[in-house]
């Protein structure tokens, strides 16, 4: 039996799609204006040793599957298409005679691209996770790519979590200050006050706040290329002597009393058991009165499973975890922390993904040139899968505010919020 005809045995109605083989067999519609290649026995090997999504980005991450007709920089089109594809299981009749056709060559999982971080279960023989030492090697692995590469992606701010946009033709570079501004006015910045900014990225939450709000900041990353970059930054825009960038794990974060803290995109790294240290930690360097704004990713709902998909943890965000945001509440509530408002932005995190992807298309032949076209395409499927789960509700982002009262109850809080709508 060909490739293509036992695929084809396997879906259900008609493909979205053309699919061809390197055997020379195709199925699907002639006319269709996506067409899946598959290119060699390595991509089929990816496939059958590895159904789903890791299978799948396996096979296009090394190049051995392509899609005609989508763009690798933004393939959205593309995973909307293929999001109609329906397979169906083999029923236990069914099994052998695949399994026989396929053979037992095709059954033996070839080495993973390169690109690939060793999965969950082998990382756990090397140390416990979110350990210090685990949690700096996921970092690096996601975020020590190259300062170079973010520029070309993420655009001049450099800012790489979910923007804000006043209105939806807006300007990524408008959303992300506009994000800043957002963050700045709900913790109650006024020139004078001192603002904790962990995981501060490239620094632009720290940048931002200095120069419109007047306030002195310590911004800490445990990725040594974003501190290098931030501080740069940081000297060049001669904020010197407001803006302190530090290389190190949040849980070292210096000082206490700060009159905020801002958390933006660093809780999905810090793991679901470890948020009561967290909170904790946090609330344990404001002074009464002090707010804490944390920005993060987030489940539509409490209940499912917080690690990542297979190609999530092995190609983008190792070790990534993400619950609902009534588990961040409940969390930052038991350590003493009053929640005062919270608000859910999943609609501007899929038109952040869409600009980044844009931009990603636009520069592809330098991103290629920097990064290689594995991780290039790594990242146009990542953002571009994202987008889609964000759109569809698989996703959420929420921002979270809370505040140290004081010992007598007062949260120096407003009757009404001063940040508007």
């Given at each position: 039996m060909k490739i293509a005809q036992l695929v084809q045995a396997l879906t259900e109605g008609e493909p979205p799609l053309r699919f061809e083989a390197y055997d020379g067999s195709s199925f699907g519609s002639a006319d269709s204006q996506l067409r899946m290649t598959l290119k060699n026995e390595r991509g089929l090997?990816?496939?059958?040793?590895?159904?789903?999504?890791?299978?799948?980005?396996?096979?296009?991450?090394?190049?051995?599957?392509?899609?005609?007709?989508?763009?690798?920089?933004?393939?959205?089109?593309?995973?909307?298409?293929?999001?109609?594809?329906?397979?169906?299981r083999p029923s236990v009749a069914e099994l052998p005679p695949l399994l026989k056709e396929l053979g037992v060559k095709r059954l033996v999982p070839p080495p993973p691209p390169e690109q690939e971080t060793m999965?969950?279960?082998?990382?756990?023989?090397?140390g416990l996770r979110h350990s210090r030492t685990r949690d700096a090697h996921a970092i690096s692995k996601h975020y020590d790519v190259s300062n170079a590469f973010y520029e070309l992606v993420l655009g001049p701010s450099m800012a790489y979590t979910c923007a804000v946009f006043p209105k939806a033709d807006a300007s990524l570079e408008e959303a992300q200050e506009e994000k800043f501004d957002l963050v700045a006015r709900k913790l109650g910045l006024t020139a004078g006050m001192r603002l904790l900014d962990?995981?501060?990225?490239?620094?632009?939450?720290?940048?931002?706040?200095?120069?419109?709000?007047?306030?002195?900041?310590?911004?800490?990353?445990?990725?040594e290329q974003q501190a290098s970059w931030a501080a740069a930054a940081t000297e060049r825009e001669g904020l010197g002597g407001q803006v302190t960038i530090l290389h190190s794990d949040y849980r070292d974060s210096p000082g206490s009393g700060y009159d905020a803290v801002s958390s933006i995109g660093l809780l999905e790294h810090v793991g679901v058991r470890n948020y009561p240290a967290y909170f904790s930690y946090l609330q344990g360097k404001l002074?009464?009165?002090?707010?804490?704004?944390?920005?993060?990713?987030?489940?539509?709902?409490?209940?499912?499973?917080?690690?990542?998909?297979?190609?999530?943890?092995?190609?983008?965000f190792p070790d990534g975890e993400l619950t609902g945001s009534g588990r961040i509440i409940t969390e930052a509530q038991?350590?003493?922390?009053?929640?005062?408002?919270?608000?859910?932005?999943?609609?501007?995190?899929?038109?952040?993904?869409?600009?980044?992807?844009?931009?990603?298309?636009?520069?592809?032949?330098?991103?290629?040139a920097e990064v290689g076209e594995p991780v290039a395409r790594i990242w146009g499927l990542y953002m571009a899968g994202s987008r889609l789960a964000f759109e569809m509700n698989g996703i959420q982002l929420h921002q979270v505010l809370a505040v140290r009262v004081h010992d007598n109850g007062d949260a120096a809080f407003p009757l009404r919020p001063t940040w508007g709508s």
């Open positions: 090997r990816y496939l059958v040793t590895a159904p789903g999504d890791l299978g799948l980005a396996r096979a296009y991450v090394s190049g051995d599957l392509d899609i005609a007709g989508a763009d690798p920089g933004d393939p959205y089109d593309a995973l909307k298409t293929l999001g109609e594809w329906r397979f169906r999965p969950r279960w082998r990382r756990n023989l090397e962990v995981g501060c990225g490239w620094g632009g939450m720290a940048r931002f706040a200095a120069k419109n709000y007047g306030v002195k900041v310590v911004g800490v990353t445990l990725s002074r009464p009165g002090g707010r804490l704004l944390n920005h993060c990713i987030t489940r539509p709902d409490n209940k499912q499973a917080s690690t990542a998909g297979h190609f999530i943890d092995r190609y983008v038991n350590v003493g922390l009053e929640v005062r408002h919270e608000e859910n932005l999943r609609e501007h995190y899929a038109l952040t993904l869409k600009h980044w992807c844009q931009n990603l298309s636009r520069n592809w032949d330098a991103c290629v």
